[in-house]
Protein backbone atom coordinates (compact mmCIF):
# COMPACT_ATOMS: atom_id res chain seq x y z
CA UNK A 1 0.00 0.00 0.00
CA UNK A 2 1.71 3.44 -0.98
CA UNK A 3 1.37 6.11 1.55
CA UNK A 4 3.30 9.70 1.27
CA UNK A 5 3.13 11.20 4.65
CA UNK A 6 4.66 15.31 4.84
CA UNK A 7 5.60 16.67 7.74
CA UNK A 8 7.81 19.90 8.73
CA UNK A 9 5.03 22.72 7.76
CA UNK A 10 4.65 25.34 10.87
CA UNK A 11 4.18 28.78 11.39
CA UNK A 12 7.15 30.88 10.30
CA UNK A 13 8.34 34.77 9.63
CA UNK A 14 8.47 35.78 6.20
CA UNK A 15 11.98 36.01 5.33
CA UNK A 16 12.84 32.86 7.36
CA UNK A 17 13.49 29.27 6.43
CA UNK A 18 11.51 25.72 6.96
CA UNK A 19 11.80 22.71 6.06
CA UNK A 20 9.31 20.31 4.78
CA UNK A 21 9.43 16.08 4.76
CA UNK A 22 7.84 13.69 2.90
CA UNK A 23 8.42 10.17 3.82
CA UNK A 24 7.11 7.19 1.23
CA UNK A 25 6.07 3.78 1.63
CA UNK A 26 4.97 1.39 -0.41
CA UNK A 27 7.06 2.86 -3.34
CA UNK A 28 10.97 3.64 -3.60
CA UNK A 29 11.39 7.76 -4.07
CA UNK A 30 14.43 6.52 -6.45
CA UNK A 31 11.77 5.17 -8.60
CA UNK A 32 9.31 7.60 -8.99
CA UNK A 33 9.65 11.38 -9.81
CA UNK A 34 8.27 13.22 -6.91
CA UNK A 35 7.27 16.64 -6.43
CA UNK A 36 5.73 19.08 -4.34
CA UNK A 37 2.95 21.06 -4.89
CA UNK A 38 0.80 23.48 -2.72
CA UNK A 39 -2.54 25.15 -2.89
CA UNK A 40 -3.42 28.67 -1.47
CA UNK A 41 -6.78 29.26 0.16
CA UNK A 42 -9.32 29.49 -2.34
CA UNK A 43 -6.99 28.80 -5.13
CA UNK A 44 -6.51 26.30 -7.39
CA UNK A 45 -3.55 22.95 -6.34
CA UNK A 46 -0.01 24.80 -8.26
CA UNK A 47 3.12 22.88 -9.40
CA UNK A 48 6.25 24.24 -6.98
CA UNK A 49 8.97 21.57 -6.99
CA UNK A 50 9.66 18.52 -8.70
CA UNK A 51 12.78 15.85 -8.96
CA UNK A 52 13.06 13.61 -11.82
CA UNK A 53 13.29 9.54 -11.07
CA UNK A 54 16.14 8.59 -13.11
CA UNK A 55 18.62 11.33 -13.26
CA UNK A 56 17.18 13.64 -10.31
CA UNK A 57 17.35 15.88 -12.59
CA UNK A 58 15.19 18.99 -10.52
CA UNK A 59 12.42 21.07 -11.81
CA UNK A 60 10.87 24.57 -10.14
CA UNK A 61 7.74 26.82 -10.62
CA UNK A 62 9.20 30.67 -11.14
CA UNK A 63 7.68 31.65 -8.46
CA UNK A 64 10.10 29.32 -5.73
CA UNK A 65 12.83 29.42 -8.09
CA UNK A 66 16.09 30.57 -5.81
CA UNK A 67 14.23 30.13 -2.90
CA UNK A 68 12.76 26.91 -2.60
CA UNK A 69 15.49 23.18 -2.89
CA UNK A 70 13.99 19.76 -3.65
CA UNK A 71 16.35 17.02 -2.39
CA UNK A 72 16.13 13.65 -2.42
CA UNK A 73 17.51 10.72 0.27
CA UNK A 74 16.94 7.28 -1.35
CA UNK A 75 18.29 5.58 2.10
CA UNK A 76 15.36 7.42 4.14
CA UNK A 77 12.83 6.77 1.17
CA UNK A 78 12.17 10.63 1.63
CA UNK A 79 12.21 13.80 -0.19
CA UNK A 80 12.67 17.45 1.12
CA UNK A 81 11.83 20.56 0.27
CA UNK A 82 13.86 23.10 1.69
CA UNK A 83 12.22 26.81 1.63
CA UNK A 84 14.12 29.57 1.92
CA UNK A 85 13.24 33.19 2.13
CA UNK A 86 9.72 33.05 2.50
CA UNK A 87 6.77 35.16 1.94
CA UNK A 88 3.43 35.51 2.56
CA UNK A 89 2.37 34.44 -0.66
CA UNK A 90 4.34 31.10 -0.08
CA UNK A 91 1.56 30.36 2.48
CA UNK A 92 -1.04 27.37 1.34
CA UNK A 93 -1.11 23.32 2.13
CA UNK A 94 2.00 21.57 0.84
CA UNK A 95 1.22 18.24 -0.87
CA UNK A 96 4.03 15.41 -1.75
CA UNK A 97 3.38 13.91 -4.88
CA UNK A 98 5.17 10.25 -6.73
CA UNK A 99 4.47 9.89 -10.64
CA UNK A 100 6.20 6.68 -12.14
CA UNK A 101 4.76 8.26 -16.03
CA UNK A 102 7.02 9.61 -18.57
CA UNK A 103 5.15 12.77 -18.64
CA UNK A 104 8.02 15.60 -17.52
CA UNK A 105 7.16 16.10 -14.10
CA UNK A 106 5.94 19.88 -13.99
CA UNK A 107 3.00 18.46 -16.36
CA UNK A 108 2.71 14.93 -15.39
CA UNK A 109 -0.30 13.38 -13.71
CA UNK A 110 0.38 12.11 -10.65
CA UNK A 111 -0.77 8.50 -9.08
CA UNK A 112 -0.29 9.46 -5.40
CA UNK A 113 -0.63 12.06 -3.10
CA UNK A 114 -0.14 13.09 0.77
CA UNK A 115 -2.37 14.65 3.26
CA UNK A 116 -0.51 17.71 3.35
CA UNK A 117 0.92 20.14 5.61
CA UNK A 118 0.03 23.19 6.28
CA UNK A 119 2.63 25.87 6.08
CA UNK A 120 1.85 29.83 7.23
CA UNK A 121 4.14 32.77 6.99
CA UNK A 122 3.63 35.87 9.26
CA UNK A 123 4.29 39.33 7.95
Known amino acids: QVQLVESGGGLVQAGGSLRLSCTASGLSVSNYSMAWFRKEPRKERVFAAA????????YYADSVKGRFTITRDNAKNTVYLEMNSLKVEDTAVYYCAATNRFTPPPMSRYDYWGPGTQVTVSS
Open 51 to 58: IRWNDGYK
